[in-house]
Antibody, heavy 122, light 108 residues
Framework: EVQVVQSGTELKKTGATVKIPCKVS????????MHWVRQAPGKGLEWVGL????????KYAETFQGRVTITADTSIETVYLQLRSLRSDDTAVYYCALEDLTVLRGGWFDPWGQGTLVTVSS | EIVLTQSPGTLSLSPGERVTLSCRASQSVSNNLLAWYQQKPGQAPRLLIYGVSTRATGIPDRFSGSGSGTDFTLNINRLEPEDFAVYYCQQYGRYPRTFGQGTKVEIK
């Protein structure tokens, strides 16, 4: 059974950079796309972007273009979300979630990591 | 971008009642590539339904999904106490992947 594990919390200053890891176990990372989704306090789900760990190709939501980088290190089955120039409205829980590439007509997100809370303050 | 609009925003119901949640897309969702997720406080979202109507592994059969094109529905027969949560629809046919704003099902 594939599992996705994230670290707990990050506290950052305005203008700083955060790099959040997400580790996969139980199956090869290259069987999946890894997506990132964020959720501000009391708000809904917002797609951030994805990486194809096989070749490093990425897609990002327009909202985050220029500030976000998603990378994968297949040697340690880990994906990273890096967000630069942090603002107070970046305060959110950041989830990683897998899209299984081995299923026909896939694309849904399952499973999800437990989330990393990023708090940005001055 | 495909905008998903869920209604209602909040439902106040009692255990045992039947629930119907709506998700409307701003344009047709290609090949019915639509999923539903359940999220409880302090937890990550959990996949319930994919491909409009296929239940994910371990999801009880009181959950069912239907619809096509731009109008989709999640039904829950006989609400159980553990079903009180927020429900999100998501389209995965196009980028950017988008979610509805969520429907909260709360205890009356």
């Amino acid at each position: 059974e594939v599992q996705v594990v994230q670290s707990g919390t990050e506290l950052k200053k305005t203008g700083a950079t955060v790099k959040i890891p997400c580790k996969v176990s139980g199956r090869k990372l290259t069987d999946y796309y890894m997506h990132w989704v964020r959720q501000a306090p009391g708000k809904g789900l917002e797609w951030v972007g994805l990486v194809d760990p096989e070749n490093g190709e990425t897609k990002y939501a327009e909202t985050f273009q220029g500030r976000v980088t998603i990378t994968a290190d297949t040697s340690i089955e880990t994906v990273y979300l890096q967000l630069r120039s942090l603002r107070s409205d970046d305060t959110a829980v950041y989830y990683c979630a897998l899209e299984d590439l081995t299923v026909l007509r896939g694309g849904w997100f399952d499973p999800w990591g437990q989330g990393t809370l990023v708090t940005v303050s001055s | 971008e495909i905008v998903l609009t869920q209604s209602p925003g909040t439902l106040s119901l009692s255990p045992g009642e039947r629930v119907t949640l709506s998700c409307r897309a701003s344009q047709s969702v290609s090949n019915n590539l639509l999923a539903w997720y359940q999220q409880k406080p302090g937890q990550a979202p959990r996949l319930l339904i994919y491909g409009v109507s296929t239940r994910a592994t371990g999801i009880p059969d009181r959950f069912s999904g239907s619809g096509s094109g731009t109008d989709f529905t999640l039904n829950i027969n006989r609400l159980e106490p553990e079903d009180f949560a927020v429900y999100y629809c998501q389209q995965y046919g196009r980028y950017p992947r988008t979610f509805g704003q969520g429907t909260k099902v709360e205890i009356k």
